[in-house]
């Protein structure tokens, strides 16, 4: 991460860009060395031995989304064989909750690239749109990291959700429309209310996102 002043300077850009304190920067930085062993740049297979992973459902949807160059640059898509820590970080400010001095204006948007994040992870062909299976799975998702709802009806709620798009989506089309799937301006309205913040988390190499909020 450099030295002297261009290190500080680094840091800081950083911290101005992803939310993390430059404290948490330092300690994320030790954690992408121990990933890559040491090396400028992480790959897949660098995941493979991370316990806390091994289990996750949607391992391989995480493990991907360090990938998708959507979630680290605003103009381009498709996927990288590699990323560097900058990138590394800019995944993980997507995990991270928002700021207790936010306007409303910044958690509104805040939440907005947290959702945008999650579409990403399920619209894994690029076009733009998810389909009513891969949007009930997003629900269920959220839903089973709350401890106060059991697994069972983590499903049934999302299954309820599904349908309840359904009907809405499927009400408004003409007889003679093709349903495309839902667009992300459809997934934001319907998710907009949602409390997300302490829903969308991961924990890895012993961190855990929901710690990380900023103390700036």
Do not use: W
């Not at 991270?96 to 945008?116: F, I, M, V, W």
């Not at 069972?152 to 309840?164: F, N, P, R, S, V």
Request: proline fraction near 2%.
């Amino acid at each position: 991460m450099g030295s002297s002043q261009s290190a500080h300077d680094d840091l800081q850009r950083l911290s101005d860009g992803t939310g993390f304190s430059t404290e948490q920067i330092r300690n994320l930085h030790k954690r992408f060395n121990h990933l890559t062993h040491n090396q400028q740049k992480l790959r897949r297979e660098d995941f493979d031995n991370i316990s806390d992973l091994t289990f996750n459902p949607i391992r391989g949807q995480i493990i991907e989304a360090f990938f998708d160059k959507r979630n680290f640059t605003n103009s381009e898509v498709g996927k990288v064989e590699e990323v560097d820590f900058e990138e590394f970080l800019t995944v993980m400010s997507h995990f991270r909750p928002a700021g207790q001095n936010l306007t409303e204006e910044q958690r509104e948007r805040s939440k907005r690239d947290k959702l945008r994040f999650l579409f990403n992870m399920h619209d894994k062909d690029n076009d733009g749109t998810i389909t009513l299976d891969e949007y009930r799975h997003v629900v269920e998702e959220l839903l089973s990291s709350s401890p106060d709802i059991e697994v069972e009806t983590a499903k049934a709620i999302a299954d309820a959700a599904m349908l309840e798009v359904a009907s809405v989506t499927m009400g408004q089309m003409a007889p003679d429309e093709f349903y495309e799937g839902i667009t992300f301006e459809h997934f934001y309205k319907i998710l907009k209310d949602l409390e997300i913040e302490t829903k969308m988390h991961i924990r890895f190499l012993n961190v855990d996102t929901t710690t990380m909020s900023c103390g700036k």
